[in-house]
């Protein structure tokens, strides 16, 4: 299964962007879907993450501005990003984990918020 993200962009901060990650196989199979991201110099973190069973998990500097969905009929996850930060600014990658197995990365999307 390849993970393929899209919808990054340059915005202004207070703005909104919608990421998607399109699996070429079904989204089903995985345990764990997620989106992580790295800025300039920093590791990567955890953004978002959504696990079977729909519960979600989001780190403290995005809560209440970002949302993750997923659209099972398109093997499609969703990261709905508003409010945006300067902060925000980074490669955003799609992750997903089957238990037992590596881990499924995408290729990243550029998210630049200006000030």
């Known amino acids: 299964v390849q993970l393929q993200a899209s919808g990054g962009g340059l915005v202004q901060a207070g703005g909104s962007l919608r990421l998607s990650c399109a699996a070429s196989g079904s989204i089903f199979s995985f345990n764990r879907m997620g989106w992580y991201r790295q800025a300039p110099g920093k590791q990567r973190e955890m953004v978002a993450i959504m696990f079977a069973g729909d519960y979600t998990d989001y780190a403290d500097s995005v809560k209440g501005r970002f949302t993750i969905s997923r659209d099972d009929a398109k093997n499609t996850v969703y990261l709905q990003m508003n409010s945006l930060k300067p902060e925000d600014t980074a490669v955003y990658y799609c992750?997903?984990?089957?238990?037992?197995?590596?881990?499924?990365w995408g290729q990243g999307t550029q998210v630049t918020v200006s000030s």
């Open positions: 992750n997903g984990l089957k238990f037992g197995n590596p881990e499924y």
